[in-house]
């Protein structure tokens, strides 16, 4: 996963509403994403979301599950 794909998840997670899928295909890997915000909540004064997202490269798909948390300076940042 190269800085485009970490932008990208960013701005699912920023922007996208609560269990609508999000597809994208990396252009120079030919890798696939598919992001779902699942969950919308505070945790120590921060915005959170929880997330699934299915992963595949070179054919092989991983399920990820996992929670991120915006910072002060904008950026998502994974906490579980």
């Given at each position: 996963?190269?800085?485009?794909?970490h932008?990208?998840?960013?701005?699912?997670?920023e922007?996208?509403?609560?269990?609508?899928?999000?597809?994208?295909?990396?252009?120079?890997t030919?890798?696939?994403y598919?992001?779902?915000?699942?969950?919308?909540?505070?945790?120590d004064?921060?915005?959170?979301?929880?997330?699934?997202?299915?992963?595949?490269?070179?054919?092989?798909?991983?399920?990820?599950?996992?929670?991120?948390?915006?910072?002060?300076?904008?950026?998502?940042?994974?906490?579980?």
């Open positions: 996963m190269d800085r485009l794909d932008a990208c998840i960013g701005q699912v997670l922007q996208a509403e609560t269990g609508r899928p999000v597809q994208w295909v990396d252009p120079d030919s890798s696939q598919r992001v779902v915000p699942t969950k919308t909540f505070q945790r004064e921060r915005y959170c979301r929880e997330y699934t997202a299915t992963v595949t490269v070179a054919g092989q798909q991983q399920d990820v599950h996992g929670i991120a948390c915006r910072q002060p300076d904008g950026a998502w940042k994974l906490e579980s």
